[in-house]
């Protein structure tokens, strides 16, 4: 069973930092590129980063280059967002992603809450 676990939201003034985390479990890590996406209040999900744990290539939304960094420890089968110089505009819930034989798993959920 695919299971994605976040941890690490939380309440942060503008211009802080906080590291998101994503255990896998329940596939290949190695075979499959992670996501991170966000739903804010009244808005659509969106992807902001992607990461292949085969590769290392990533993927960056316009909104958060320069500032997120999106990197994976294989042997933890764990994917980490570090999110540095927050902005209001950031709060949401963040959720991990994985597309598996065309089946979108997602995780529960974190909420980050920036203050400005």
């Known amino acids: 069973e695919v299971q994605l676990v976040e941890s690490g939201g939380g309440l942060v003034q503008a211009g802080g930092s906080l590291r998101l985390s994503c255990a896998a479990s329940g596939f290949t890590f190695d075979d499959y590129a992670i996501g991170w996406f966000r739903q804010a209040p009244g808005k659509e999900r969106e992807g902001v980063s992607c990461i292949s744990s085969y590769d290392g290539r990533t993927y960056y939304a316009d909104s958060v280059k320069g500032r997120f960094t999106i990197s994976s420890d294989n042997a933890k089968n764990t994917v980490y967002f570090e999110m540095n110089s927050l902005k209001p505009e950031d709060t949401a819930v963040y959720y991990c992603?994985?597309?598996?034989?065309?089946?979108?798993?997602w995780g529960q959920g974190t909420q980050v809450t920036v203050s400005s």
């Open positions: 992603h994985v597309r598996q034989w065309g089946i979108n798993y």
